[in-house]
């Protein structure tokens, strides 16, 4: 569930900022936001990397 909403929020954040009637400073907004949740990259847990070395 957590890597479905951080790929809805990335594709929002890029739409948004394909929009030509937001201002600048809404966009500088809108790239944070996007830098922070670029910065979020869900990974898998430590216990599922171990599970997956004992595979």
């Known amino acids: 569930m957590d ?3 951080h790929n ?3 594709a929002l954040f890029r739409k ?3 929009d030509p009637q ?3 400073a809404e ?3 809108v ?3 996007l830098a922070d949740e670029e910065a979020k990259e ?3 847990s430590l216990s599922a ?5 004992t595979s």
Do not use: G, H, M, Y
């Open 3 to 5: 890597k479905f909403i």
């Open 8 to 10: 809805q929020n990335l």
């Open 16 to 18: 948004k900022l394909t």
């Open 22 to 24: 937001i201002s600048e």
């Open 27 to 29: 966009r500088e907004v």
């Open 31 to 33: 790239r944070k936001l």
């Open 42 to 44: 869900v990974r898998p």
């Open 49 to 53: 990397r171990a599970d997956q070395k």
